[in-house]
Each structure stands twice: as C-alpha cells, then as structure tokens.
C-alpha cells in the first residue's frame, strides 16, 4: 500500500488549497481518510471517505468549509479546503482503512507523508 499526499502550502486566512491523495496497492473498498497534526498537538481526523458506498465523514471543526471527494479512476481522494482559517495550520496526512465507516485515528493502518499546510492572518 502506498499513499501520496500533496498540494499542501502556504495561503492566506479565507483562501483555498485542494490536497490530494494518490494510492495504490489497496482495492476499491477500502476507506480514505484525512487526518492533520497541528504544532504541539495530537493528530486528529478531519475527514473519512467510504469508497465502496460514497459515504463521508466531516470534523465539526470543518463542516461547510472543506469537502472530500475521490476519483476513482485516478485513485485518488482529493480534500477541497475553503475559507482557510490559522487553525487549521497543520501537517495533513491520508491514510487507508479496511474498516468500513471508522473515521478514527487507530482505525487507520497504512499511512502516507504528511503535507504541510500553513494559514497566515
């Protein structure tokens, strides 16, 4: 399994960046996730991605601001990031699940680098 994540960078408050996440090595079912490490704090999930059914997960934290979506076809899941906030500067990594639906850090078993992702106000 390997998984490549990209697109990270430096914005400032209320612009947009999309990351991406490549993978390979896994099949159609299994779950995509996003999850970011803020400095000094713990990794936390931002957003999950069924790909056997199309169903989602969205951190309160995010919700009306970020999306998931994938293309199949590319393997790859994509995180749209709008309105940009400097709490939401972190390291994003995805991951890859065989568990269906859990959208929780120890859930997840294969991991990808991180791609950092700096707001400024």
């Known amino acids: 399994v390997q998984l490549q994540a990209s697109g990270g960078g430096l914005v400032q408050a209320g612009g947009s960046l999309r990351l991406s996440c490549a993978g390979s090595g896994f099949p159609e079912s299994y779950d995509i996730g996003w999850f970011r490490q803020a400095p000094g704090k713990e990794r936390e999930a931002v957003s999950c991605?069924?790909?056997?059914?199309?169903?989602?997960y969205l951190a309160d934290s995010v919700k009306g601001r970020f999306t998931i979506s994938t293309d199949n076809a590319k393997n790859t899941v994509y995180l749209q990031m709008n309105s940009l906030k400097p709490e939401d500067t972190a390291v994003y990594y995805c991951?890859?699940?065989?568990?269906?639906?859990?959208?929780?850090?120890?859930?997840?078993?294969?991991w990808g680098q991180g791609t950092e992702v700096t707001v400024s106000s």
């Open positions: 991605f069924g790909r056997s059914d199309g169903t989602s």
């Open positions: 991951a890859a699940t065989r568990h269906h639906g859990l959208c929780l850090l120890e859930a997840y078993e294969y």
